[in-house]
């Protein structure tokens, strides 16, 4: 669904990224970690096609360009708009009329916890209720690959913990592929299949891959728990500390 | 336990009330000569001629004429210049230093010159009040496109959006929300264009009562036509201030 090969990324000086490669099949959840400036975030650009490339590929096969939805950190609403027709905006430029885009949205709204919401402006809304008008507007859109780029760092603890697990339920319904750029390895083990290591940038590259042995359906809270979890994490600290400070003492998993 | 006087209008009205009594026995006690500083009374008896002969109307409605036409053409021009100084740098270049050395001047200094180029008829205080609303509304524009937020554009054209769709659902809201903001700024410049022409040079208008008034040493006119112009103005605020808070509801 998503190969990226030996991508090469820079904004005229040196590269951000180099020879990186990412690749996910679909319906699979993978997550990409590392160090602030690795280029995580430009990778992701990269595939949703916001950022040029120097060199190397990035192929989507099988999907098409608006098979592809992006949700960024900042829920960027328009303010002017109500919570309805931002998620109708996506669906209108697909060509549905306005009455069935609004229908539409109003549905999403509802699958995602905010039926009755619809009228209101972002800044009537909650941090997490505006996250979750933002997911309605990219899922609305059908996407079969998901990009997201630490979408609910900005959120507490508990508002997080619900709208994420709303996105695994929904994710895993669906099928659809997703690639999350974050700095919390518990949030991308808990949530993923596969996780990249990005090393220090400049000249980032994947030092790592791990594959995430838990099972699926997932319930975020009681992945924490899961045997396998404590090893993994430890796994991931000491990478990216290395990657970040050099080589670490290893870490005692629990 | 709450009173009357806990609401701010009250107080407001109450002082002012004060005010004028004072101002009203310091006149009556002749501690002030009538001459230069006449009394509340003398003042509202002044506009009370004015309106019951009913001269004042032509002179009202030539200087809204006046102030209506330089603010719609201020807008529209502002609007156009503006865009195209955000939109393409060229414009930029060649735009932003005029616009900047007529912001320097005091720009009801170019009355006297409206008046020899449009004659003392409607055409020089319409010009003036241009102007004057013009340059407001350029930069108002140019700034507002340069500060349209990066994201909404960017995630207008991830959700499909063509770039008909980017000005109609982000630049469009965004720098009317600017202007909106600017808008009673902007009557109140229009208002001043159209009067201070009129003061320089006309047969008509609010300006032109005050060439008169002043010219024939009546201060009980001069103050009258202040306060009168001072109420058309208000008024005029508090109808944008109602249209922006109806369009500006979403903030």
């Known amino acids: 669904m998503l190969r990226a090969r030996d991508v090469t990324l820079s904004y005229g000086g040196e590269p951000v990224l180099e020879g990186a490669g990412v690749e996910l099949d679909a319906g699979q959840f993978v997550s990409l970690v590392g160090p602030s400036g690795s280029g995580k975030s430009s990778l992701l650009r990269a595939v949703m096609g916001l950022q040029d490339i120097s060199a190397g590929t990035i192929e989507t096969p099988g999907l098409a360009r608006d098979e592809i939805g992006i949700l960024f950190q900042d829920d960027a609403l328009l303010p002017w708009r109500s919570a309805v027709d931002n998620v109708a905006l996506g669906l209108r ?3 549905a009329s306005r009455a069935q885009a609004r229908e539409e949205a109003e549905g999403w709204l509802e699958r995602l916890k905010l039926a009755g919401l619809g009228g209101r402006y972002p800044r009537e809304l909650s941090g997490g209720q ?32 619900r709208v994420t697990q709303d996105v695994v339920n929904l994710v895993e319904s ?25 090393s220090n940038g400049p000249r980032a590259r994947v030092s790592h891959e791990y594959p995430v042995p838990l099972p699926r359906p997932r319930a975020l809270i009681a992945a924490r728990t899961h045997p396998k979890f404590a090893p993994l994490y430890g796994r991931l600290w000491n990478d990216l500390s290395e990657a970040v400070e050099g080589p670490q003492p290893a870490r005692e998993a629990a | 336990m709450t009173t009357v006087f806990d609401r701010i209008w009250v107080r407001q009205v109450t002082a002012l009330a004060i005010l004028l009594g004072l101002w009203e026995a310091a006149g009556a006690a002749g501690m002030l000569n009538p001459l230069y500083a006449p009394s509340p009374s003398q003042i509202g008896a002044a506009l009370v001629q004015l309106f019951s002969d009913g001269s004042i109307w032509p002179h009202v409605e030539a200087t809204f004429a006046a102030a209506i036409g330089g603010l ?47 004659g003392i008829g409607l055409g020089s205080k ?43 659902e982000v630049y469009i809201p965004f720098v009317a929300a600017w202007i909106m903001g600017n808008l009673k700024v902007a009557v109140g410049f229009a208002f001043t264009g159209a009067v201070v022409g ?41 109808a944008a201030g109602r249209i922006e808070r109806r369009l500006l509801r979403w903030r």
């Open chain 1, 93 to 95: 430029q697909r060509g």
């Open chain 1, 130 to 161: 505006r996250k979750r008008v933002a997911l309605a507007q990219v899922l609305a859109l059908r996407p079969r690959l998901l990009l997201m780029d630490e979408p609910f760092a900005s959120l507490d603890a508990i508002v997080r913990a």
């Open chain 1, 174 to 198: 669906e099928g659809i592929g997703v690639l999350l750029v974050t700095h919390d390895l518990e949030e991308a083990i808990a949530l993923s299949d596969k996780i990249y290591l990005l």
């Open chain 2, 72 to 118: 719609v053409l201020g807008v529209l021009v502002g609007v156009m210049l503006g865009a195209a100084a955000a939109l393409v740098p060229l414009v930029a270049q060649l735009l932003e230093p005029v616009m900047m050395m007529l912001n320097a001047v005091p720009r009801v200094v170019l009355a006297p010159l409206c008046v020899i180029w449009f």
């Open chain 2, 126 to 168: 319409v010009a003036l009040s241009f102007v004057l609303v013009a340059v407001l509304i350029f930069f108002t524009v140019y700034t507002g496109i340069k500060q349209v937020d990066r994201r909404l554009v960017e995630r207008v054209r991830t959700l499909g959006g063509s770039s008909w769709t980017v000005l109609r």
């Open chain 2, 198 to 238: 009129e003061f320089v040079g006309a047969s008509r208008g609010l300006g032109y009562l005050l060439s008169f008034a002043q010219s024939t040493f009546n201060a009980a006119l001069m103050l009258a036509l202040v306060f009168l112009i001072m109420g058309f103005v208000l008024a005029i605020f508090a």
